[in-house]
T-cell receptor
Framework: AQKVTQAQTEISVVEKEDVTLDCVYETRDTTYYLFWYKQPPSGELVFLIR??????QNEISGRYSWNFQKSTSSFNFTITASQVVDSAVYFCALSLQGAQKLVFGQGTRLTINP | GAVVSQHPSWVICKSGTSVKIECRSL??????MFWYRQFPKQSLMLMAT?????????EQGVEKDKFLINHASLTLSTLTVTSAHPEDSSFYIC?????????????FGPGTRLTVL
């Protein structure tokens, strides 16, 4: 069975600090996809990134960066120089090739204080 | 592109009534749509997978007679909560998978907040 664990339930930092959200996944399949979504207070899920299991290259998009390490089954997300607008719940998710389901982690509630 | 809408965005109803929630893919065809439920401060839980023209596949523990799903076209799926009770109050989110799209990517609707009095 597949599982996604986000051990950090809540994180609170002061604006401009860097923050890393952890994601650990479990699957026996060799082909899978990993996702990060942001859910602001409005509730609508915002897609942030997708990574397939054969692409371990880290990615940077502006202040956001992702570190994918198959050796530790982790797909961590770092926000550099955090801003108040980054406050949201962030979900990591996993799906298998050919399967249709997305398995979500429990989510991490991130609060950026001014 | 890849916009998914939901209607209504929020609804309040009396206990015992039925509520229908619509999920539409606005600019693409979606052979598969998904319905999720999210309780406050919890994660999204998949309720069912809906394929156009066929019966929905429900996750274990989800009552199919209570949560009726219809996926009559490639752009519309509906979720009807029958005889709603206060414990059905939740945030319901749909998503749609792009026809022929890679990476198993799903696009999410904005959600519908249901409150049953």
């Amino acid at each position: 069975a597949q599982k996604v664990t986000q051990a950090q339930t809540e994180i609170s930092v002061v604006e401009k600090e860097d923050v890393t959200l952890d994601c650990v996944y479990e699957t026996r399949d060799t082909t899978y996809y990993l996702f990060w979504y942001k859910q602001p207070p409005s509730g609508e899920l915002v897609f942030l990134i997708r990574r397939n299991s054969f692409d371990e290259q880290n990615e940077i998009s502006g202040r956001y960066s992702w570190n994918f390490q198959k050796s530790t089954s982790s797909f961590n997300f770092t926000i550099t120089a955090s801003q108040v607008v980054d406050s949201a719940v962030y979900f990591c998710a996993l799906s298998l090739q050919g399967a249709q389901k997305l398995v979500f982690g429990q989510g991490t509630r991130l609060t950026i204080n001014p | 592109g890849a916009v998914v809408s939901q209607h209504p965005s929020w609804v309040i109803c009396k206990s015992g009534t039925s509520v229908k929630i619509e999920c539409r893919s606005l600019d693409f065809q979606a052979t598969t749509m998904f319905w999720y439920r999210q309780f406050p401060k919890q994660s999204l839980m998949l309720m069912a997978t809906s394929n156009e023209g066929s019966k929905a596949t429900y996750e274990q523990g989800v009552e199919k007679d209570k949560f009726l799903i219809n996926h009559a076209s490639l752009t519309l799926s509906t979720l009807t909560v029958t005889s709603a009770h206060p414990e059905d109050s939740s945030f319901y989110i749909c998503s749609a998978r792009v026809w022929g799209g890679p990476y198993n990517e799903q696009f999410f609707g904005p959600g519908t907040r249901l409150t049953v009095l």
